[in-house]
């Protein structure tokens, strides 16, 4: 059956319309096509076909541009496919690019010919969620036969960036040169910064017969920010084995430093850790590159921020997929402490594990203790973070509801029924004066980076003068603990603790009391 001896075919529509509807609002442009076709469509052999775009330009956001100089010209004839010298340029690109390929037959001659610089924004007309910038120079020349065609060639890359609005990190100053082989592609050099550290590859990518890759990643001095409210510096020495179907990213991760962000939220940090979120169903590349990656904290934990510290070490391992990763391991704690409500609750001692195969759920078994009024509080808390169970005990003993009250109100059940809050305004102006300085001092924690700071407001309770008392909590140092009250009425009734932890096992502390005398003290920590 004949196509006729001559059917031609002219086109002209926006190039936006060739890409994805997402891009549609910062793409534009404009194309042009012209093309013949005649002979019988059932002898591939005998079939003769040309295609001229005269026209073809492209811009996005009008930060992209690229456009054809001269017409591209496409032939066929006795099944062989020729794409004539063409050459685009535009922003930093200027390529030029042939190519004579036979359909037919495969022992025929193949010759494929890239030349020139290529700007790696152009990425961006595919993926708008994407930000790239650089180079990658071409020189590349194939030939010999369909069947063993003989690639030879290199791609530079030039201060390649590129950064992912889902991703914690980005590359910056990424420059290298790859080498193509007729069936592999070597990574021959490439050195680049990510999180203000430095990262190296080597390795290569193999596409005939079929694609798989083996590539090894190092990199050093590596920041970030992960968990929300955590900066972890690190190192690593990684590598990527497989194919798009089924790969695997394996190798070791070294925390070389941990801080907390100044915006840290303790109950923010948990947050992210609650175990009823399920991962979304994914059918991308990340969802099939599954993980096994060992991390260890070189230098142990030692997190301070105004409110929390926390000393110890970590033996953890990623695995899950990159989609979804999962952590596992355990967290050893061996010292620390937390101001909460105006209380300072220290770590006695605790473990972190990490045992859910199919999704992070951290279990905690945590002992912490804190003297309120003369009681010396314990409290143990064992359980995924979401669902704690705590336990309480005291010195001297008091039954759980009543610590549980001493805890939140400050007194116990059996003070607070002997003494009731009085009736009338003065009890109501109590209030009010206890909420305006519990907002006033809230701020000033934040904006002076006090770790806890009371004002206790008196109006006229039980003929007493009115008046206030100040109590100001601070942690100097990870180590380094001071604690100053006074009243504001009388400057001489002012009391001053000092708290040391020399190791996680020892601690020394002297205390000047509102009469005037001072006090030492050394305390060793032991569990059994």
Known sequence: MAAGDAMAKRTRRPAAKAMAR???????????????????????????????????????ANTVEIGAAAPIRIDYVNGILALQRTRLSGTATDLQFQANVPMIDRNAPVSLLALGTVDLKLIQLFDSDVVTSGLLKLNVNSYGNRANPNVEGEIQVINAEFAGGDMPLGLENGNGVLTLTKDRLNVTSFKGEVGGG?????????????????LALGGRGIRLLYPDGVRTGLGMNLALTGNLDSALLNGQVRITQLSFAPDFDLMSFVGQFSGDTVPA????FADKMKLDLAVNATNGINLVSRTLSLNGAANLNVRGTAANPVVLGRVNLSGGDLIFQGNRYVLQSGTIDFVDPYQTRPNVNVAVNTTIQEYNILM????????????????????????????????TTEASAANPTPPGSMGAESLVASQVASQVTSRLEKVAGISQLSIDPELGNNEQNPGARITIQQRVTGNLFVTFGTDVTQTQNMAVKLEYHVSPRVSVSGTRDQNGGFGFSTKFHKSW
């Open 22 to 60: 997402s891009q549609s609002g910062k793409l534009n442009g404009q194309t042009e096509l012209h093309a013949t076709l005649k002979g019988p469509l059932k002898d591939k052999a005998r079939i003769e076909a040309h295609a001229v775009i005269p026209t073809l330009n492209v811009n996005y």
């Open 198 to 214: 430095e990262v190296t590859a080597s390795g290569g990518v193999v596409y005939r017969p079929t694609l798989a890759f083996n």
């Open 281 to 284: 169903p994914s059918q991308g």
């Open 380 to 411: 143990h808390f064992d359980g995924p973070t979401d669902r704690l169970h705590t336990t309480y005990t005291s010195v001297p003993s008091l039954p759980p509801s009543d610590i549980i009250n001493l805890i939140a109100f400050g007194k």
